[in-house]
């Protein structure tokens, strides 16, 4: 772990909110936290999600870099969630992906350490930092 993303660790333990659900005003958001972050630990989460989602419609990737290089049909038609693992390794790559997070219409949920991006046109565009 790098001083950058040390410095994200501690900034998302600052600024994040959102703990067991509290302040989501999205239905769908919300259930996914009460019923699949909630009850698994940190680092169990994104095997809660494959689980829970299936893994035909879950993805993950592990830099920006392979985010912001999946085809369209991919991230928007059989993989219905992408699971970024370590997001911001840099400020490089914040920056890289809020560009890409200004261009695409997504749902994004971040924790520490994984950030889980909801590619459903039918929802409206949110960007949610969340303790766990």
């Known amino acids: 772990m790098n001083r950058y ?20 005003h999205s239905p769908m958001m919300y259930r996914f936290v009460r019923e699949v972050a909630m009850p698994v630990r940190r680092r ?5 999600i494959v ?8 993805a993950a990737v592990d830099s920006v ?7 369209a049909d991919e991230a928007a ?3 219905r969630i992408v699971l970024l693992r370590e997001p911001f390794r840099s400020a490089g790559e914040r920056k890289t992906f809020a ?4 261009r695409t219409h997504v749902v994004a949920a971040h924790f520490q350490g994984l950030l889980v991006l909801f590619f459903d046109p039918k929802l409206q565009k949110q960007f949610f930092r969340i303790r766990n």
Do not use: C, M, N, S
Not at 51 to 58: K, L, M, N
Not at 99 to 102: L, Q, V
């Open 51 to 58: 689980e829970r989602y299936g893994a035909e419609r879950v």
């Open 99 to 102: 560009g890409w997070f200004d």
């Open 5 to 24: 993303q040390l410095y994200t660790r501690f900034r998302h333990a600052a600024t994040a909110g959102h703990w067991r659900g509290h302040g989501i």
């Open 65 to 71: 870099a392979e985010l912001t290089a999946l085809p």
């Open 44 to 48: 169990a989460l994104a095997a809660a």
């Open 77 to 79: 038609g059989t993989k």
